[in-house]
């Protein structure tokens, strides 16, 4: 399973961005799929994971400001994220669990500030 992980960039505090991981292999719907993410000094942390089935869980920082979905077909995540702070500012990573496996993206860097 490869990730590929795009849609990161720098935007305004308030902004917003469309993450995207495409998986070249595929990913069931009944397997998590989602993304973590990595500050500088700080240790990763889940922001989104979704399977089909269940309510997706976000990190608690999110507050409503992000929304995860995914394309089953396409193999597909995105990771919609609205109202964006500069404590957003990470390398935001997609990851897979297939089968008891996590697979991770490349990383897409997100730098929020002004």
């Known amino acids: 399973v490869q990730l590929q992980a795009s849609g990161g960039g720098s935007v305004q505090p308030g902004g917003s961005l469309r993450l995207s991981c495409v998986s070249s292999?595929?990913?069931?719907?009944?397997?998590?799929m989602g993304w973590y993410r990595q500050a500088p000094g700080k240790q990763r942390e889940l922001v989104a994971t979704?399977?089909?089935?269940?309510?997706?869980v976000y990190g608690d920082f999110v507050k409503g400001r992000f929304t995860i979905s995914r394309d089953n077909a396409k193999n597909t995540a995105y990771l919609q994220m609205n109202s964006l702070n500069p404590e957003d500012t990470a390398v935001y990573y997609c990851?897979?669990?297939?089968?008891?496996?996590?697979?991770w993206g490349q990383g897409t860097q997100v730098t929020v500030s002004s």
């Open positions: 292999s595929i990913i069931g719907g009944w397997n998590n």
């Open positions: 990851y897979a669990k297939v089968d008891g496996s996590v697979f």
């Open positions: 979704k399977r089909s089935g269940r309510d997706p």
